[in-house]
Every structure is written in structure tokens, then in C-alpha cells.
């Protein structure tokens, strides 16, 4: 099996980017080079002790000692001849044959065995990287089996969600629109508690739809028109406004801003998350007209982007809880809604990179108001 190969290595520095080998053969030539001088060295000396005419038993123990010298320099050269064939095939070869090996390996063919038999040191080391390589393959096996069995149910949540957006809206529909009828054709035959029951069905009809809507899109995130480019909140935000005009004008609300910098996202799921977090703002708002300002500022490589507002504001101990899906604090009657909002909120800004919580300085219940953080990525930052 071949995959995608492994990074070229780091260019070694210094005196390790001489090969082993050469090493080895720049000290063979030295110790050469003074084998070479100790034997004219030698040479020398006996030529220079026979033209001093010694006494006989001297010029015998020259000449053993000249015999002893040459003894020692044939051992000398055959133990340097045995420890050249040593190094080369003892050492140099098995180094070059894994180096190849791991080479190999590192060029994409993760199925190619790692093994030397000589010497024990290298044979124990390529051993354990081989055993390395083989549990990392048998891990990217079940990464790869995994992410083909994650696109598979991808594929059916997709064909799911087809599904929900329009098989399962019409029969919804059809439910509301009938029952109206069935009021307005049979009104007057109905008494009070048949007409409440008819309402019953209406309400439970649209709030499935809405149900559906909001879940649609929760699955969405990531998945459809998600790319990610450089990105101005401002105009995602005047977005987001315009959605909620007529909102923002029967409350009486007022938003306001800082300058918002670009950041890297997207233009649609940003305009989602402003359109959330302000309609949450104006949603649980306290008797005071609403007042909701977007801030932002830097923090490290990412902007920090807030949500603050004059509302009735959240518990501390509810700080982690109102971010789970269909996860409600008020009842369905005091303040509509589905439950998903702010979940759908935190994996939009989590998608992008970020993070999204709620401030617990000054979020506190009680009229105070409630401020939301999230970070995205900078523009222009090589992120």
C-alpha cells in the first residue's frame, strides 16, 4: 500500500553532514598516513645504526628488534585490514540497507519491512521502528475505515436531511392548512374547547416545521457553503440587521458597534451567528428598551468578538447548559422558541476555529444583562 509520503528530513548542520562512511574513511587514511610514517621512521633509524659499525651483539639485538618492529606492523596492518572489512560489512552496509529501508518508507510505501541482522544494536533498533511502522499503519487503517464509513453516514444524513426539508414539511403543511379549514367550514358548529384543540394541532404543526428548520440548519454547519474566506463581519452584521428589522423596530431596540475587522470565515454562517445572538438579545430582554452592542478586540492571533446586552440576563450556573441543544430555561409560553439557537451558535464559531462562552464577570440574572464572547481567526495571520 502507498500513501502520501512523509515530509522531506531536516537538512542536517554542522560536522553531521558528513556521512558515517566518510567519517570512517578519513580516519582509515590518518591511521594510514602514521602507519606510513612509523615504518619510514623505522627505515630510517636501522639505516642510520648499521653505518655506526656496533659490536656484533648489538647489531644482533638490532636485528631482532627490526624483526620484532615488522611483526608488529603486519599485525598492525592485518588487524587495520580486518577492522576495514568489520566496519564495511559489520557496520556501513547494515546502516546504508535500513537507511534505504527507511527511505522507502518514508517515500510512501508504509507495507515495505523494516529489518537488518547485523549488528545486534541496529537489528534491536530496526526491530522496534518496524513494529512503530506497522502499529501506525494498522492505525491509519482504521482512520481510513473510519473516515470511509463517516462519509458514508454523511451521505445518508445528507439524503436525511432532503428528506426532512421536504417529504416530511408537506404532510406538516398539509396538517396546518387542513385543520384551519376545518375551523373556518365548521366554526360555527364547534363549541370552545374543539376550536382550542384545533389550536393545539396548528401550534404543534408550525412548531415541528420550526423544529425542522432549526435542526436543518444546525446539520448544515460545516457542510454546506462552508468555505472559508477572508471576510468582513461588518457587512455580515448589516446583514443580520436587516433580517431582524422589523424585530429590532417593534421592541425598539438599539445596536450598536465597534469597527469589526476582517476575520476568516463565512459570510453566511457569521450572518446566522449575529442574526442569533441579537434576536436572543432582543428576545429575553428586560422592561428597558433593548440595547445590544457588538465589540471586539485582539487577543493573540484570533479576534475576540462580544455580544453584550441590557436583558434579564443568565444564571452563572447555567453558563454551559443553555449551549446544549433544545436545552430551554423559560417555558415555551413566556419566550418561543426551539432550544437551538445558541447551540447552533457555538458550532458555527467552533467550525471557524474559535471558541464560544458566556461572560460569568458580569452575566448574572437580575436585569444586568448578559454578554456573549466568541474568538475567530484574523485575516492575514497564515492561518
Known amino acids: ?37 612509523g615504518v619510514a621512521t623505522v627505515m630510517t633509524m636501522t639505516a642510520k645504526t648499521a653505518e655506526l ?81 506497522d502499529r501506525i499503519l494498522s492505525a491509519w487503517r482504521v482512520a481510513n475505515d473510519q473516515a470511509e464509513e463517516l462519509r458514508r453516514s454523511n451521505g445518508e444524513l445528507e439524503q436525511f436531511a432532503y428528506v426532512a426539508s421536504h417529504d416530511l414539511q408537506e404532510p406538516l403543511r398539509k396538517v396546518a392548512s387542513f385543520t384551519q379549514m376545518l375551523e373556518q367550514r ?7 374547547r374543539a376550536k382550542q384543540y384545533i389550536s393545539y394541532a396548528v401550534d404543534g404543526a408550525k412548531r415541528m416545521q420550526l423544529l425542522i428548520n432549526d435542526l436543518l440548519d444546525f446539520s448544515r454547519v460545516g457542510r454546506v457553503t462552508g468555505e472559508r474566506t477572508v471576510t468582513e463581519p461588518d457587512a455580515a452584521l448589516d446583514r443580520a440587521l436587516d433580517n431582524l428589522s422589523a424585530t429590532i423596530e417593534d421592541t425598539g431596540a438599539t445596536v450598536t458597534r465597534d469597527e469589526l475587522p476582517p476575520v476568516m470565515g463565512n459570510h453566511l454562517q457569521l450572518t446566522q451567528l449575529f442574526q442569533n445572538l441579537i434576536e436572543n438579545a ?18 493573540g492571533d484570533m479576534w475576540e468578538f462580544s455580544c453584550s ?5 443568565v444564571e452563572a450556573k447555567y453558563a454551559d447548559r443553555i449551549f446544549l441543544i433544545f436545552q430551554r430555561l423559560h417555558a415555551r409560553d413566556v419566550y418561543p422558541g426551539t432550544g437551538i439557537g445558541l447551540a447552533l451558535c457555538r458550532k458555527i464559531v467552533e467550525y471557524h476555529g474559535g471558541q464560544l462562552w458566556l461572560d460569568g464577570e458580569d452575566t448574572e440574572a437580575g436585569g444586568h444583562g448578559a454578554t456573549f464572547r466568541w474568538t475567530l481567526p484574523a485575516a492575514g495571520d497564515g492561518r
Open 309 to 313: 446586552d441590557n436583558g434579564i440576563g
Open 1 to 37: 500500500m502507498s500513501i502520501h509520503p512523509l515530509p522531506p528530513p531536516k537538512e542536517p548542520t554542522g560536522l553531521g553532514r558528513l556521512p558515517i562512511a566518510r567519517w570512517f574513511w578519513l580516519v582509515a587514511m590518518f591511521a594510514g598516513v602514521i602507519f606510513a610514517a
Open 186 to 192: 365548521y366554526g360555527s358548529q364547534l363549541d370552545e
Open 53 to 133: 659499525n656496533p659490536r656484533p651483539e648489538v647489531a644482533a639485538q638490532v636485528d631482532r628488534l627490526i624483526v620484532a618492529l615488522i611483526v608488529v606492523f603486519v599485525l598492525l596492518l592485518g588487524c587495520g585490514a580486518g577492522l576495514v572489512v568489520m566496519v564495511r560489512y559489520a557496520v556501513l552496509k547494515p546502516i546504508a540497507q535500513l537507511t534505504d529501508q527507511v527511505r522507502a518508507v518514508a517515500a510512501g510505501d508504509f507495507d515495505r519491512d523494516l529489518h537488518v541482522d547485523r549488528p545486534a544494536e541496529l537489528a534491536e533498533l530496526s526491530s522496534h521502528i518496524d513494529s512503530m511502522r
Open 282 to 299: 432582543v428576545k429575553f430582554r428586560s422592561e428597558e428598551p433593548p440595547r445590544v452592542h457588538i465589540g471586539v478586540r485582539r487577543a
